[in-house]
């Protein structure tokens, strides 16, 4: 399987091991990725906060990128990223008017046949749970999650198309097959607060120790998420008494997949994991 590749800033700053463990699980499974050339920035929250033919004509540039390439189909990790993909292709899709403007700003012409797909989506509707399953070399046995989707991947639903926008249950299936006891909660998609860390840290702050609170309550003894900006806010935010170690999904598929010097990545997490994954016996 070939798609194309979107990191976005996220993945190539202070994700990197998101990055890094993206391309192992993908190398594992024979996935092959061909990252975009000259990508930029998608807009993120700034764009569409301030302007937005802005918000629109970032990811059209991006977008207009694969359908010139053989590989019409992108990866896109990053949930914000994800998101404003969609939100592009959805207004674009809606007005031929906006289209035609958009095809002038980015001076190329933007058709929309591109398919925005994160990876989540592809290891379980493409790859299969079965699949991945096989791959297991060491079973997550011990390991307690709880699944944290945020708001960014799922909403809107008519936008987003990514599950259900309520009760997504992907996660929860690849993490089963990794061996993980995932426990059941209703914040799947609350939101951590996003970008408003830095405005209003007070906000953020409360929003995360309730997530943490809940997560504990459903008997989890981690959080396994699929968006930089919350794993960042998980890991930072929270009250001392509350904390839990912060998982990217992907770090786990490659820790059980046994891909060399996968346990490096918890180095890169404020809430240190080893001492959980070393109590289990994990590591």
Known sequence: MKVSYYPGCSLHGTAKEYDQSVKAVCSALGIELKELEDWSCCGATAAHSTNFKLSVALPARNLSSIE???EKTVMVPCAACFNRFKSAQHHLAHDEKLRAE???????PYTGIAVVKHPIEILHEDIGIEALQKRVVKKLTGLKPVSYYGCLLVRPPEVCQFE???NPYMLDNILGALGAEVKKWSF???CCGGSLTISRTDIVNKLVDRLMSMAREAGANCIV????VCLANLDTRASDHLKL???YFTELIAFAFGVPGASEW???????PTPLMDGLGLM
Do not use: L, N, Q, W
């Open 266 to 272: 918890f180095k890169m997490h404020m809430v240190d």
């Open 225 to 228: 998420t699929a968006c930089p």
């Open 164 to 166: 259900d926008y309520e």
């Open 68 to 70: 010139g390439g053989e």
């Open 102 to 108: 958009i095809s002038r700003i980015i001076g190329r």
């Open 245 to 247: 170690p912060i998982f």
């Open 188 to 190: 799947k998609t609350d």
